[in-house]
C-alpha cells in the first residue's frame, strides 16, 4: 500500500486547492453518497446549520464551493454537516515540559486518507496543519501558539452535527488558547463521539470528550486515545487496544527519566504504532507540534518531515505501508 503525501501553501483557496478537489472529489463523493442521498442533509440545511455554528467560516465556505463548481452534493459535503459515519484509530499525548509539545499517532487505512499538510491564511491566521475532507483539520498549529489534534471516542453513536475535522479547522482559523478552544468545543455540535487534545504556548492543555446530544465534558487530560474514560464499545476497544495505549502514555509521562524525544521515539513502537493496515487501523504518520516555534515534524519509520510556520517546505513523499506482525482483529459491532 502506498500513500503520497503532498506539503501545499496557498494563503487563498485558489488553483491549488482546485486542482487537490478534483483529485480526490470522486473517492469523497462515492463515500459521501454511499448510503444514498436522501440520508444527506439537504444544502439549505447544512449552510444554515454553518451559519449558526461557524459563521465566521461561511466566506470561505462559499469560495471552496464556487471553486468545486457550485454543485449540490460537494457544497453538501464541504459543509461536513451530518456525512456519513468512520472510524479512526489515533492516540494523542500533550508533553508539557518547558516547551509545550502536542504528539499523536494517526491510525486509519492507507486509501481513505488524503496526506495533505497545507500552510494557508485564509482569514488571516497562518494554519499548519494535516488535511481531512479537503479543507476540515485532523491535528494542526496556528501562528498564535494553539496545537491541536483528534481520536475517535470508541463509540457507535451517531447524531447531528458536524463532523469534527471542520470544528478544528474553525478553531484553528479563529482562537489563540485552549480557553478560547474548549467554548467552541462545548458549543459546536458533532455527528460522532470524539476526543479532542488541545494545547497552547503557556502549556495550558485539555482533553474535550464529545458525543452527539451529550454536554462536551472538558477535562485537564493529557492522553487521549479510544474511549472516553468508560468503554462502551468492548469489540472496538479490544482490536485497537485503546486501554493499553492509554496507559502506556500514562507510564511515559510519569516516568522521572523520560524525555521530549524519547516520547516521540516511543510513537513508532508497540502498542502506538500498528501495521493493521488492511482493517484500517494501521498508521500513517506520527505528527508533532510544538506550538511556541509554530512548528511540526512528520514521522515514518524511515523518516521525517520537518515544516513550520516561518519555513515551510512544498514537496511530495511517497511512503509505503506493509502489513507485518499485526495481529488485530478488525472492529465488529
Known amino acids: 500500500m502506498e500513500l503520497i503525501f503532498q506539503a501545499v501553501a496557498e494563503d487563498r483557496p485558489g488553483d491549488k486547492w482546485q486542482t487537490l478537489f478534483v483529485r480526490h472529489w470522486p473517492a469523497y463523493e462515492h463515500w459521501f453518497l454511499s448510503e444514498g442521498i436522501a440520508a444527506r442533509a439537504t444544502y439549505d440545511t447544512c449552510r444554515s446549520k454553518l451559519r449558526q455554528h461557524m459563521p465566521e467560516l461561511e466566506p470561505t465556505y462559499e469560495t471552496l464551493c464556487e ?58 491566521r497562518a494554519v499548519l496543519a494535516m488535511v481531512d475532507c479537503l479543507w476540515g483539520v485532523l491535528d494542526g498549529v496556528n501562528e498564535d501558539g494553539l496545537a491541536i489534534s483528534l481520536t475517535f471516542g470508541g463509540r457507535q453513536v451517531v447524531g447531528d452535527g458536524f463532523g469534527i475535522p471542520l470544528v478544528l479547522r474553525y478553531i484553528l482559523e479563529f482562537c489563540e488558547t485552549v480557553e478560547q478552544a474548549s ?84 510513537f513508532q513502537r508497540s502498542p502506538l504504532y500498528t501495521t493493521a493496515y488492511g482493517q484500517g487501523f494501521g498508521t500513517l504518520y506520527t505528527a508533532v507540534y510544538w506550538p511556541r516555534r509554530g512548528a511540526a515534524r512528520y514521522l515514518w519509520p524511515d523518516g521525517a518531515w520537518e515544516q513550520s510556520i516561518e519555513r515551510f517546505e512544498e514537496g511530495i513523499r511517497h511512503q509505503h505501508f506493509a502489513p507485518a506482525g499485526d495481529v488485530s482483529a478488525a472492529a465488529k459491532g
Open 183 to 266: 467554548a467552541v468545543l462545548k458549543r459546536i455540535p458533532v455527528h460522532m463521539a470524539y476526543n479532542v487534545t488541545a494545547t497552547d504556548r503557556s502549556g495550558k492543555f485539555i482533553t474535550a470528550f464529545l458525543a452527539p446530544g451529550e454536554s462536551t465534558r472538558i477535562r485537564p487530560l493529557a492522553v487521549a486515545t479510544n474511549h472516553q474514560g468508560r468503554i462502551d464499545w468492548h469489540n472496538y476497544a479490544r482490536a485497537t487496544a485503546t486501554v493499553e495505549r492509554e496507559r502506556f502514555l500514562q507510564f511515559r509521562l510519569q516516568d522521572a527519566e523520560m524525555t521530549p524525544e524519547h516520547l516521540i521515539e516511543s
Open 67 to 124: 471553486l468545486a463548481g457550485g454543485g449540490d452534493i460537494a457544497a453538501r459535503f464541504l459543509s461536513l454537516y451530518k456525512p456519513p459515519a468512520y472510524l479512526t484509530g489515533c492516540s494523542q499525548v500533550v508533553w508539557p515540559g518547558d516547551e509545550p509539545m502536542l504528539v499523536r499517532n494517526y491510525d486509519y487505512s492507507p486509501a481513505l486518507c488524503e496526506g495533505l499538510i497545507q500552510l494557508s491564511r485564509w482569514n488571516g
